[in-house]
């Protein structure tokens, strides 16, 4: 399971570079035969994706805001307020074997604006039903508001049996040369979640 879960990381962070131009895709999943996944992307689209024949599944399922507590280690995608603090779309917290990956802050395309900060909880503080988080990394720190309602996920075991069709997934594709899409790792909601990521 920490192979998976490890492998899973390179799926919703942005800290490797790519050797080949690459496609984050979300959507829901219409169909699986073999290894040729087809899926019906956010925008409204089809697109085909060759799954590699040793490919993994992650799960990711919905947790409480009580894990965001000092020390913990998330992702979280986050839009830009005027005060200059951040507004959380959503919070990965990653499991303990999963500390560092991708760690800091850069471009991220869940919205136009996002950003993507993988840092660790330096401090949490509450204001009505609102967390204030300060996130530090190696190169900075940030304070990253977290609004009541936003989805907080975390990585789960996952199996292939989990692409059925209407699965909601996210997966990160290699553009080849034709132009079609490969990919080694899928990320799949558990019980109805939607990856907020």
Known sequence: MRRILL????????????????QRIRGDVTALDGNVLTVKARGGETLTVKLADNYTVA?????DRAALVDGAYIG?????KADGTL??????????AM???????????????????????????RTGNERQLTLRYKDGEKQVVVPDGVPIVTFDAGERSLLVPGAHILLTAAKQPD?????????????????PM
């Not at 492998?7 to 690459?22: D, H, K, R």
């Open 179 to 195: 132009g079609t899409l490969t990919a080694t790792r899928v990320t799949v909601g558990k019980n109805g979640l939607v990856p």
């Open 7 to 22: 492998l899973a990381a390179l799926v919703v962070t942005a800290g490797a570079i790519a050797q080949t131009p690459t």
């Open 87 to 96: 507004a959380a779309l959503e919070v990965l917290v990653f499991p303990e």
């Open 99 to 125: 500390r560092g990956t991708g760690e800091g802050h850069g471009p991220w395309d869940l919205q136009p604006g996002s950003m993507m900060t993988n840092a660790t909880i330096a401090r949490v503080e």
């Open 76 to 80: 979280t995608a986050t839009l830009p």
């Open 59 to 63: 799960g990711l399922v919905a947790i």
